[in-house]
């Protein structure tokens, strides 16, 4: 079972920027769909950004052209790459393999300890 390791998170002012990381445990080259996904306390999580190995890309919309998602397959990595972050934008960060580009839906098994974003001035 593919495992995923996030890192890059932290602690960042309103209108900075952050990029997280996303380290596999197996070759991604096999993973058709990537997913970055994002929990608050006491709501539900949520899915931010994806991508499929032909780089076709989604994007929730309250970060659509502020966030880039990004994948290395060679480096079993992939990256989100996140600017002018405001507070809404606070969260753990998970990534994950997802079903599909219609979906998105991630493997209940993959899940890592995810990162903390938290934007605050």
């Known amino acids: 079972q593919v495992q995923f390791v996030e890192s890059g998170g932290g602690l960042v002012q309103p209108g900075g920027s952050l990029r997280l990381s996303c380290a596999a445990s197996?070759?991604?080259?096999?993973?058709?769909?990537m997913g970055w996904y994002r929990q608050a306390p006491g709501k539900q999580r949520e899915l931010v950004a994806g991508?499929?190995?032909?780089?076709?890309?989604n994007y929730r919309g309250s970060v659509k052209g502020r966030f880039t998602v990004s994948r290395d397959n060679a480096k079993n990595t992939v990256y989100l790459q996140m600017n002018s972050l405001k507070p809404e934008d606070t969260a753990v960060y998970y990534c994950?393999?997802?079903?599909?580009?219609?979906?998105?839906?991630?493997?209940?098994?993959?899940w890592g300890q995810g990162t903390q974003v938290t934007v605050s001035s």
């Open positions: 991508i499929n190995n032909n780089g076709y890309t």
């Open positions: 994950n393999a997802a079903s599909s580009t219609l979906d998105w839906t991630p493997n209940p098994r993959s």
């Open positions: 197996t070759s991604i080259f096999s993973i058709y769909a």
